[in-house]
Nanobody, 125 residues
Framework: VQLQASGGGLVQAGDSLRLSCSTS????????VGWFRRPLGKDREFVAA????????FYADSVNGRFTISRDNAKGTAYLQMSSLKPEDSAVYYC???????????????????WGQGTQVTVSS
């Protein structure tokens, strides 16, 4: 599965942005999708995850209530809607697909089999 993350950019604090994670493969529906991010100079961290059917979602505390993860299996695409962005949200954002964790999603990077290349999000104050 080849994943393509897109939608990043430079925005101001308080703005919104939507990231997309797409694949040409028809099998994304078999996988949970997770979003992770790596702030400059820091380790990669979990952001949000969604089960294969979109029923189960969960978020890192730092983004809960501001970010929404969703997916459209017919389009082979998952999304991360980010609102009320803060400068500390600035990072390279990665999407990942995990088959073993498909029923729930996971905050553990080790549960994901495939990764996109990352898209930069920069939030200015």
């Amino acid at each position: 599965v080849q994943l393509q993350a897109s939608g990043g950019g430079l925005v101001q604090a308080g703005d919104s942005l939507r990231l997309s994670c797409s694949t040409s493969e028809p099998t994304l529906a078999d996988y949970a999708v997770g979003w992770f991010r790596r702030p400059l100079g820091k380790d990669r961290e979990f952001v949000a995850a969604i089960s294969w059917n979109g029923v189960t979602t969960f978020y890192a505390d730092s983004v809960n209530g501001r970010f929404t993860i969703s997916r459209d299996n017919a389009k082979g695409t998952a999304y991360l809607q980010m609102s009320s962005l803060k400068p500390e949200d600035s990072a390279v954002y990665y999407c990942a697909a995990g088959r073993a964790t498909s029923y729930s999603g996971s905050s553990d990077e080790e549960e994901y089999d495939y990764w996109g290349q990352g898209t930069q999000v920069t939030v200015s104050s």
